[in-house]
């Protein structure tokens, strides 16, 4: 069997297996009155970065992109508690890791350099000529 046919798709070609995402729940703060004293709500999320089948170069990115969230263990850690129910919560973890994944998976441009070309160059000096001849001619003729 695959072991990738399992789990949870975090990003396109991506699963996680569904026990290396670890849950915890505890009490939130913010919005929910007398509910926010006595419900669970706030949800943490931990996955090893070593546990996300992603290609090395892209895990690098990753930790780069995850660096506040990297804690000594090497994993990353995602909390939220922007909502009053627990299942939005932990959606909103899986979320902000799917865009994590999703960021460090896109390869970046490779900047080459360039020159200017020989009619820009050109153009720039004619317009710093043009400049300096419109302040000249604008000075007094005392000097």
Do not use: W
Request: aromatic share 2%.
């Amino acid at each position: 069997m695959n072991p990738q046919a399992d789990g949870i798709e975090i990003a396109p070609g991506i699963r996680i297996a569904e026990d290396a995402l670890r849950f915890s729940y505890s009490s939130s703060s913010g919005p929910g009155g007398q509910n926010v004293n006595k419900r669970a709500t706030k949800a943490e999320l931990r996955v090893a970065l070593a546990a996300i089948p992603a290609p090395a170069r892209a895990v690098e990115r990753l930790a780069r992109l995850a660096a506040r969230r990297l804690n000594d263990e090497g994993d990353i850690v995602i909390t939220s508690d922007e909502h009053r129910s627990q299942g939005q919560n932990r959606s909103e973890c899986l979320e902000r890791l799917r865009e994590l994944i999703v960021a460090a998976l896109a390869e970046p441009k490779i900047r080459r350099k360039t020159r200017p070309s020989r009619g820009s160059v050109e153009r720039r000096l004619a317009d710093k000529s043009r400049h300096s001849e419109r302040k000249r001619a604008r000075r007094s003729h005392d000097d």
